[in-house]
Each structure stands twice: as C-alpha cells, then as structure tokens.
C-alpha cells in the first residue's frame, strides 16, 4: 500500500452534488432492507447483528461513492 493511498483512505471526501443521488439510493436500499429484517427476524443478538453488519455495508458502500468520485 502506498503512502497516496494511506492518504486518500484517511481523507475526508466532500460529497458532491452529482453523487447525492448515488449516495441516496445506497442509504435506500439499506434502510429498505433493515425494514424487512426488522419485520421478519426474532428480536435477538443475531437480528442487531444483522442490522449492524448493514449499517456496515452502507458505510462501506458511500465511502465507495465519496472516494471514487475523486478519482
């Protein structure tokens, strides 16, 4: 791994106004998803897990969005 690219992970990454849509429809498709797991899964450690691990993936998923956008 480069020091350009250490740098660029521990940059923050303005979000711009044509990637609003893109970060949007992410948060979209998670909350969607959150909303059927919430509804069909026992209240458990394994269901805030799964919440969890979504909320992941929603943050992992904009950074994707925010980072490329520079590149």
């Known amino acids: 791994m480069s020091a350009a690219d250490i740098t660029h992970r521990f940059t923050f ?5 044509d990637k609003h849509e ?3 429809s992410v948060r ?3 909350k969607t998803l959150a909303l059927l797991l919430d509804e069909h899964l026992p209240e458990s450690r394994e269901k805030a ?4 691990h979504l ?5 992992w998923s904009n950074a994707s969005v925010a ?4 590149r």
């Open 22 to 24: 893109q970060h949007e």
């Open 13 to 17: 990454h303005i979000a711009t106004a």
């Open 28 to 30: 979209d498709a998670c």
């Open 55 to 59: 909320e992941t993936v929603m943050f």
């Open 67 to 70: 980072r490329q956008a520079e």
């Open 49 to 52: 897990l799964a919440i969890t």
